[in-house]
């Protein structure tokens, strides 16, 4: 825990994050009344041989932040020196990690679709990896479970099943797979593999007479203690706790680094999760973070389905990333999907083996700009199928029973719909590679609206230099300061996307606009299929110029108030600036003749400056 | 970062090659230090435990779980043989109901608490074989060997299949040559061939049918592997593939000539056994696809094989479209961070091609030609 009793008295932080090829360290100062990023550092992680290290990586990368900001960061000792005085030594030194491939987890539960979804959502909201979902109904044959349970070596097991009260044989039976399965943890074998029982809390003298033996049992409160209520709180604190002791413990240097930090070290994802969490709740809004690294792809929202109380979800796409993965999107997504996003011709036999052979030399970039859209188009299809994904993930409980009116009858609601409203989305926040490091910010923008397909009023922005782990952590020891650099340093704001919800036929205005621009005020009629954008930029302080607009959808277009009822509302800059999207939603592009296509494609392009000259 | 480029892959006459050879689990270990193996020599072995298959027998037979002690005829630990009968209850002394074994092996434990019985069945033996020809350098108790030898090595792109070994046979005059259909002939069976630029589905077809071990070859095309394996392969993670002829892949996907020095070197030793491996795994850990050629004595290692980074004069190959495959020598390192034509910003190289063309490209690029 942090040994600042009042966090105020924080005015220099170090922050590492060490991922599983780059330690990255960022240093952040108090400063004329505002916490802001002074510098930032990076050096390789030292956790393989010939290092096997962890503490190296990290003390070259505080070297780097002691060389650029000029602030005496290590002692003579070769430690970090702590507290700060003048211009040595930092109050808080903090860490998140996913080296050696992160915290890697088994889930099982009885019914997939209740207590496993619910285990499942536990252990992703902790940041981990889940490799496998196991359930009594889930179309294996209990032999085949156990065969399963053995092949893979989680760094833990999170074990659900059945309501306080309810039978206890189906979950008695879940943990006699385990135990039959006898399951060895990932990193040594030293230990016994730590399991975490959060079920049934009637069945725990069975669970624990069938697995105590072989296995390190811990018990929690029930994750899924009655239908309608789901308690993921204790469960992911059971598995940051197991991940310090045991995972984290194993690899090599971490004990050394352990005794370092001022806060417990976090799975990389579950910080990011942790300061999304924060940023929607402090500013009482809902917010979608996307991740798309090489291999995966991690999607993180926040959403208030009842209006008011923040429900979190995160999900990783195991296969979806835009290097090591690229090859499968390409599979998942299918050519055509891609190619609708190009507005010129490719050869099919050529393409695949284009993207296969950035598959297998996955750190090439694209040279040449028929390349650069190729990629773009692929990466739209990732965040694409992740997104889908996602809204299948994040829905309300399921299994839970509704009182039914006359009314509910007709709307046809179901338990378990997707708790995602696009309308009610607030910000949309982009990180990795392809988005951080888009040649132009409009394509990083273009990228974000045409996968996610944002409605309403939706702020844009990207993670500059992907310090969301570092921030998450810090959330924990000095959220204010967490949350001042994320706005000011962290986020590149793009701008507002606005779009109307509703389709048309036949063409036509589907919208009347009036913004208060510094500028002046522009008003004007938005038509189908449109795209247009507006100035309006980011300020000195780096946060986004803001402007009142009013938005007046027409016909059957809604803006949130319902159809063709006008809204008045803020809108925020940034460097991208303001963009109006007439393409109605849902909206498919594949919908469009090949003419229309291409024709559309390349007047939007235009329109909001994404590429330069088009090869034709 | 350090390099802007990518490591090349090492193509050398001589090196000396280790392979650890490990159990699954812990086993024997049937050979010593100092021993010499071949490819097909058990070096180690050991009993996998067998699968577990759970009955319900407290269903089966319509009793509570906690009575399950009365009708169990096996105990925990016993032996037991398919269909044999495991538990029987008995209702007004006439009325019989039985639970059979489904499969032979020993009884795991019984459950009081599901009725649930768990079988166990007999271990399956496990071999490692030494793939190799070499010698024993260590022994790892109970756990596996050290597999050295003296060797040509060829590391690949990408492969697909396993593990094989053969004589090595050249198809093609020069590395350009597609390797097609009718170049593949009843006197490769058992032979690992060598193909040029690309091998077509319909000769890596007759490949398998006439039992060629392996084929190394340029390039492949992707639409080929997926028409060939019936799937697309979404990731790079390969070797499980149940295909009899191992394909080593050593310049990308598509028609790509091979490296003449790897054209030459696999020529040097038409003839010679070699051992290859298809597995591929480009993640943290890579794993790239081989081909090793033993030598019948050992020769002086080759240490120019260390490279510093890229210098004037380089050979390189680039690895990414407009100019992807073409091989030729560095001429120019500018310090600056280079627009390119997607505007991207990257450090760049010029680069002198064999053809005498020249060109600016960015050194992520592009990957050394390593000896």
Not at chain 2, 206 to 213: C, N, Q
Not at chain 2, 251 to 259: K, P, R, V
Request: aromatic content about 4%; charged content about 20%.
């Amino acid at each position: 825990m942090a040994k600042f009793d009042n966090p105020d008295n924080i005015k220099v932080i170090v922050a590492t994050d060490c991922g599983s090829t780059t330690t990255k360290a960022i240093l952040i100062e108090y400063d004329n009344g505002e916490y802001r990023l002074k510098s930032r550092g990076e050096a390789p992680t030292t956790v393989e041989a010939p290092f096997e290290d962890v503490t190296m990586g990290v003390l070259n990368a505080v070297q780097e932040l002691q060389e650029l900001s000029g602030r005496q960061l290590l002692g003579e000792d070769g430690r970090i020196i702590t507290p700060s005085n003048g211009t040595t030594g930092t109050d808080v030194y903090i860490s998140t990690s996913s080296a050696g491939g992160g915290l890697q987890m088994m889930v099982a539960g009885v019914v997939r679709s209740m207590t496993a979804e619910s285990a499942e959502r536990a252990a992703l909201g902790a940041g981990a990896i889940v490799m496998d979902v196991i359930a009594s109904n889930d179309k294996r044959l209990p032999h085949q479970q156990i065969e399963r349970i053995r092949a893979l070596r989680p760094d833990m097991i999170l074990l659900s099943g059945g309501i306080d009260g309810g039978t206890k044989t189906h979950v008695v039976e879940i943990a006699e797979l385990v135990s039959a399965a006898d399951p060895k943890p990932r990193l040594g074998s030293g230990y016994n593999l730590p399991i975490i029982y959060a079920g049934n809390k009637d069945a725990t003298p069975n669970v624990k007479e069938t697995l105590d033996e072989k296995v390190d049992l811990r018990v929690v409160d029930n994750l899924r203690p009655t239908l309608e209520e789901e308690n993921l709180g204790p469960a992911r604190e059971e598995i940051h706790e197991l991940f310090m002791e045991h995972v984290m413990a194993q690899a090599p240097g971490y004990k050394k680094l352990m005794s370092w930090t001022d806060a417990p070290i976090m799975p990389t994802p579950g910080a990011v999760g942790l300061i999304i969490q924060t940023i929607a709740d402090q500013y009482k809004i809902t917010a979608v973070g996307v991740d798309i690294g090489g291999a995966t792809t991690d999607v993180f929202s926040v959403f208030r389905p009842d209006g008011q109380t923040p429900v979190f979800n995160r999900t990783v796409s195991a296969n979806l990333g835009m290097s090591y993965s690229i090859s499968n999107v390409f599979a998942e997504a299918t050519l055509p999907m891609v190619m609708r996003w190009v507005p010129f011709d490719m050869d099919e036999r050529d393409l695949r083996n284009r993207v296969k052979n950035k598959m297998i030399r996955p750190t090439t970039i694209p040279q040449s700009l028929e390349e650069l859209v190729f990629e773009q188009a692929i990466a739209k299809e990732a965040l694409r199928l992740a997104f889908i994904q996602h809204k299948n993930f994040a829905t309300e409980l399921k299994g839970v029973q509704q009182q039914r009116t006359i009314a509910d009858a007709f709307e046809q609601t179901t338990s378990g719909a997707t708790i995602v409203n696009m309308m009610q989305l607030d910000m949309l926040i982009g990180s990795g590679g392809v988005l951080s490091h888009a040649p132009r910010r409009q394509q990083s923008a273009m990228m974000m609206i045409d996968a996610f397909l944002p409605e309403g009023v939706t702020r844009l922005a990207v993670d500059s230099i992907f310090m969301m782990p570092q921030l998450g952590v810090l959330t924990e020891v000095q959220p204010s300061a967490a949350t001042e650099v994320f706005a000011k340093d962290c986020l590149i704001h793009l701008g507002t996307c606005v779009a109307p919800h509703g389709e048309s036929k036949k063409g036509g205005p589907v919208m009347n606009y009036s913004i208060e621009l510094p500028d002046g005020t522009v008003t004007g009629t938005l038509n189908h299929l449109e795209m247009k954008l507006f100035n309006l930029g980011v300020a000195e302080n780096g946060l986004p110029v803001t402007a009142k607009a009013s938005f007046e959808p027409l016909g059957n277009f809604d803006m949130g108030a319902g159809p063709g009822k006008k809204i008045e509302t803020t809108v925020h800059g940034g460097v991208v600036g303001l963009i109006l999207d007439g393409r109605g939603r849902p909206f498919d592009l594949s919908s469009l003749n090949a003419g229309d296509r291409v024709k559309y494609l390349t007047t939007w392009f235009k329109e909001l400056n994404i590429y330069p000259e088009l090869p034709a | 970062m350090a390099h802007a480029y990518t490591p090349g892959l090492k193509v050398t006459e001589n090196l000396t090659v280790e392979k650890r050879r490990i159990l699954p689990l812990k086993g024997d270990v049937l050979v010593k230090v100092g021993d010499t193996v071949g490819p097909d020599d058990v070096v180690a072995r050991t009993l996998l435990p067998g699968a577990v298959q759970p009955i319900n027998v407290s269903n089966q037979l319509g009793i509570p779980p906690e009575d399950i002690d009365s009708v169990m005829i096996k105990k925990e630990g016993d032996p037991m043989a398919e269909g044999e009968v495991i538990a029987r209850s008995v209702t007004l002394w006439i009325f019989k109901s039985e639970s059979k074994a489904t499969i032979s092996g020993t009884i795991e434990s019984i459950s009081k608490v599901t009725g649930q019985v768990l079988q166990r069945a007999e271990p399956t033996p496990v071999e490692v074989k030494a793939y190799l020809s070499g010698t024993i350098t260590e022994v790892i108790p109970n756990e596996g060997v050290v597999v050295s030898t003296s060797a040509s090595f060829i590391q690949g792109i990408f492969g697909i299949g396993g593990e094989t070994h053969g004589q090595v046979e050249i198809a093609v005059d020069n590395p350009s040559v597609v390797l097609s259909d009718d170049l593949i002939k009843p006197e490769h069976k058992d032979k690992i061939l060598v193909g040029g630029s690309l091998v077509t589905a319909a000769a890596l077809k007759k490949a398998i049918e006439l039992k060629v071990r392996g084929i190394v070859v340029g390039g492949f095309d992707d639409k080929d592997l997926r028409d060939f394996l019936g799937y697309d392969i979404g990731v790079a993670i390969t070797g499980s593939e149940d295909i009899y002829t191992k394909l080593v892949v050593t310049e990308g996907f598509g028609q790509i000539t091979m490296a003449q020095k790897t054209f030459d070197l696999l020529r040097r030793h038409e003839g010679e056994s070699a051992s290859m491996n298809g597995a591929t795994q480009i993640r943290a850990g890579v794993i790239r696809p081989e081909v090793v050629i033993p030598a019948a004595e050992k020769a002086a290692e080759e240490t120019a094989g260390d490279v510093l980074g890229l210098s004037i004069g380089s050979p390189i190959r680039v690895i990414r479209h407009p100019h992807f495959g073409k091989l030729g020598a560095v001429t120019g390192l500018p310090p600056q961070l280079t627009a390119l034509e997607s505007e991207s910003k990257a450090r760049v190289l010029t680069v002198k091609f064999d053809d005498g063309s020249e060109a600016t490209v960015p050194r992520a690029n592009v990957e050394m030609i390593e000896g």
